[in-house]
């Protein structure tokens, strides 16, 4: 059994790719973390960000009703669900990006058609290392969390990564003085 060094799945003998986070297990050598910022990143899990009660949407309400709910809620994005299941993401980003200009005259279309679909998810336990490399692979801002039976639990976004390292940062800081 291989331990994937990246989000510890265990991996059949002899795979090359971890199932879980599709990452090389060619190379399962990670330098020695050089300092503790560096080793509770590779230790901590997702968990001790205390993900946010994630904000969802139904994949049929409009772009204006969903655009008028990120600005009431004062929020960054929504999980868009069908039933209960996370069928994708819309956020500020894909406003600017898909909507633009066009906003207004689109306002009565599905978020559906402009939303992320199949938005990748983290469990909980996830390392804090992996979550902020799929969020930088992937070019994401936020990232649903869900249990082990694949049920929205959580929302985590870059903002909650920094401050974390920020609070390491000055814990460190701290006890170098």
Do not use: W
Not at 6 to 11: A, G, Q, R, V
Not at 87 to 109: H, K, P, Q, Y
Request: hydrophobic share 40%; charged share 25%; proline share 5%.
């Amino acid at each position: 059994m291989i331990i994937c060094p990246f989000c510890d799945s265990k991996n059949i003998e002899g795979a090359d790719i971890c199932e879980q986070c599709q990452q090389s297990l060619d190379d399962t050598y990670l330098p020695t973390p050089a300092s503790e910022v560096e080793k509770s990143l590779l230790t901590d899990r997702v968990n001790v960000l205390y993900p946010k009660t994630p904000i969802t949407v139904k994949s049929s309400q409009t772009v204006a009703e969903v655009l008028q709910f990120l600005v009431d809620k004062a929020i960054g994005c929504v999980v868009v669900v069908d039933g209960s299941e996370a069928v994708g993401i819309f956020s500020e980003r894909d406003a600017l990006m898909r909507l633009n200009t066009d906003a207004v005259a689109l306002g009565d279309r599905p978020i559906s058609e402009f939303m992320t679909p199949h938005p990748q998810t983290l469990e909980a336990d996830a390392k804090i290392a992996f979550a902020a490399q799929r969020m930088d692979l992937g070019g994401y801002r936020h990232v649903p969390i869900v249990n082990r039976q694949g049920n929205l639990t959580g929302i985590i976004s870059v903002r909650d990564i920094l401050r974390y390292l920020t609070e390491k940062m000055s814990a460190a800081v701290s006890a170098d003085s």
